[in-house]
Every structure is written in structure tokens, then in C-alpha cells.
């Protein structure tokens, strides 16, 4: 049997895809070993004895499934980790969450006159020092200590 090696090289630069994605009609190699020059390729391209084959493609049904389970917290535990704990959320990150809403606090409860300024002034300055933990554990803070006006 003779090598169509030539024929399927040739295939491949017109169609301008690999070798292995050149597919050759089987019941009509004859006329493609008749095939020599890159013109009787072409026409044997145009009459659809000679095609492309299409691509691989990857189905996201799985990663989908994965990633709605992740949503759900599924699939999260520690043999699933591969970065570090500050990889996955950042020290900065994680500080932004705390401070921000902590001083939203204190910005509500400068704005309704329930501490004076200075007292916000005082508080804002333990907030950035890493004092408390959360916006509760804060406003446990303010109430132990009165911080609070009454009068008002």
C-alpha cells in the first residue's frame, strides 16, 4: 500500500491545521493517492473527499458542578487547600474587612452626638492599633467603659 505521508503534509498546510486533524474519506483513497500536487489536493478539499476535523473541546459540566458546591461550602477543607491561609485572603484584606466597618461605627456614632469627639478621636486611634477584633466586640468596649452620653 502506498504511503499518503505527501497527500496528508500537503492537506494539512492548505487547511492550515495539523496533521492529525486532516481526515481522509476512506472509501475514496484512490483518488487521493491519485492527488500529487497541491492543486489536486485543493479540489479534492472543495469536493469534501479531504476535511478538517474539529477540535477537541472540554466540557465545564464538572468544573460548574464544582464550583456550585464551592458556593455552598462544600469541597473548602483543609485537604483542599493549597495556598497558605494569607495566600487565600491576604493580612491586608483581612485588615480592611475589620477597620472599615469599625470606623463606619464610629463615624454613625460621632454623626448622631452619642460620643464627643473626643472620645471618637480616642476610639479611632485603639481602632488602628488593632484593639478590637470586631464592630461588636467595640461596642462592648464603648459600654463597659460609658463611653456613651446619656443626656442626649
Not at 456614632?109 to 466586640?137: E, H, P, W
Request: proline share 2%; glycine share 6%.
Amino acid at each position: 500500500m502506498m504511503s499518503l505521508k505527501a497527500q496528508k503534509r500537503m492537506a494539512a498546510e492548505i487547511l492550515k491545521c495539523g496533521e492529525n486533524r486532516v481526515y481522509f474519506d476512506p472509501y475514496l483513497i484512490d483518488e487521493i493517492k491519485m492527488a500529487i500536487t497541491r492543486e489536486d489536493i485543493r479540489n479534492l478539499v472543495k469536493e469534501g473527499i479531504i476535511l478538517k476535523k474539529y477540535k477537541q473541546g472540554n466540557s465545564k459540566y464538572r468544573k460548574n458542578l464544582r464550583h456550585e458546591r464551592k458556593k455552598k461550602g462544600r469541597a473548602r477543607g483543609i485537604g483542599k487547600r493549597k495556598g497558605t491561609k494569607h495566600a487565600r485572603l491576604p493580612k491586608k484584606t483581612r485588615w480592611m474587612n475589620r477597620i472599615r466597618p469599625q470606623r463606619r461605627e464610629l463615624k454613625k456614632l460621632r454623626d448622631r452626638k452619642l460620643i464627643t469627639a473626643a472620645t471618637y478621636r480616642k476610639l479611632y486611634k485603639n481602632a488602628k492599633g488593632g484593639m478590637f477584633n470586631s464592630v461588636a466586640q467595640m461596642n462592648r468596649y464603648i459600654k463597659e467603659k460609658e463611653f456613651i452620653r446619656r443626656g442626649r
